[in-house]
């Protein structure tokens, strides 16, 4: 598909943490958004935060995204898709609850493109490395051709019993190769291409509404915990700053080569301590034990260097993400 440098893009689930920073960056680069929310009340703040935007912003209501044809209407007349909208959580006791929101509302959006989204030309998945990445028994890299198959292979034969991590894992994993199963069942009928983008956990400064600290989103929840609350520095994963994920949604409209591809979007592989670490001098932050990080044998790792090669994406630093976190906790009294 040829590049897209301009036009409508629908953000599906537009209030969530990372679906509200690809909201703001794609309006910042000329674009004209319109996102879903499930209420009109979730989209009363978004209204606000790009009311300077004026009519190149605009929200539409789809109630329960596992609905057929909750999109069709949503998906008329733009030009391009970014698919957020999937349920992100540990707490799910029946594996349904995450599947089928995650495989129905992606299976879903694709089939009102097919059937309604006449001037559509690419639609951008917001995946995760839970579909890349499977629990090793010795440390291992992992690139975009990996798949998550031990989760799904879990959750297959334990339900309920899977673990929490197994769940969300196969919810994200199903999702996405639905949507590539998807695509190349019908590619001869529609006009359309799709792109995955798998990030880890996000971090950063919030823009979407929240009431709390302990009203946020997952990756936001630990990254505060880790910092308040003793004896959360504990750990290892991957990261990334929300306004790099947000920018690849865009720089994957416009690279016309990213068509067709997964795409791993991580800043690299960290321990929780390093969060600490990573904090301004003047923090008045729990400190942990600083440099406990530094002898971290992470078992999983990704290669990223795809997203610099196809995308040009250049990474904020963990010191960066960190103190502007941080500037946004202050500001907003917590």
């Known amino acids: 598909m040829p590049a897209i440098t301009s036009g409508k893009v629908l953000v599906s689930g537009a209030n969530g943490f990372i679906a509200v920073w690809v909201v703001r960056s794609l309006l910042e680069q000329g674009y004209s958004v319109r996102g879903t929310v499930r209420s009109a009340d979730k989209g009363k703040h978004l209204k606000e935060v790009f009311a300077s935007y004026g009519d190149k912003f605009e929200v539409v209501e789809v109630p329960d995204i596992t609905v057929e044809g909750a999109f069709d209407d949503a998906v008329k007349g733009v030009d391009a898709i970014e698919h957020t909208a999937s349920p992100f959580h540990f707490k799910a006791e029946d594996?349904?609850?995450?599947?089928?929101?995650?495989?129905?509302?992606?299976?879903?959006?694709?089939?009102?493109?097919?059937?309604?989204?006449?001037?559509?030309?690419?639609?951008?998945?917001t995946s995760?490395?839970?579909a890349v990445l499977s629990v090793p028994s010795s440390p291992q890299v992992f690139t975009e051709a990996d798949w998550n198959d031990q989760a799904v292979k879990e959750v297959e034969e334990k339900g309920r019993e899977a673990s929490n991590a197994a769940k969300y894992r196969a919810s994200k994993t199903l999702a996405e190769r639905a949507a590539w199963d998807f695509h190349s069942k019908h590619k001869a009928e529609v006009a359309w291409d799709v792109v995955a983008l798998n990030p880890p956990m996000?971090?950063?400064?919030?823009?979407?509404?929240?009431?709390?600290?302990?009203?946020?989103?997952?990756?936001?929840?630990?990254?505060?915990?880790?910092?308040?609350?003793?004896?959360?520095?504990?750990?290892?994963?991957?990261?990334?700053?929300?306004?790099?994920?947000?920018?690849?949604?865009?720089?994957?409209?416009?690279?016309?080569?990213?068509?067709?591809?997964?795409?791993?979007?991580?800043?690299g592989a960290f321990s929780f301590q390093d969060l600490l670490d990573a904090a301004p001098p003047s923090s008045k932050h729990l400190k942990g034990t600083p440099g406990a990080g530094k002898d971290t044998v992470h078992q999983i790792r990704f290669n990223a260097d795809k997203s610099v090669r196809l995308l040009g994406l250049k990474y904020h630093t963990m010191a960066e993400t960190v103190a502007d976190t941080l500037e946004d906790w202050e500001k907003k009294g917590w």
């Open 202 to 267: 996000v971090f950063g400064p919030i823009i979407h509404e929240v009431s709390s600290p302990h009203a946020q989103n997952t990756s936001s929840q630990t990254m505060y915990d880790v910092f308040t609350k003793e004896g959360s520095a504990v750990g290892s994963g991957s990261w990334v700053d929300v306004r790099d994920i947000a920018l690849a949604h865009v720089l994957g409209l416009q690279k016309e080569e990213a068509g067709g591809e997964r795409i791993i979007i991580s800043a």
């Open 95 to 125: 594996p349904a609850e995450l599947l089928e929101p995650a495989v129905k509302g992606t299976v879903g959006i694709l089939e009102s493109a097919r059937k309604h989204g006449t001037s559509v030309k690419r639609v951008i998945i």
């Open 128 to 130: 995760s490395v839970a």
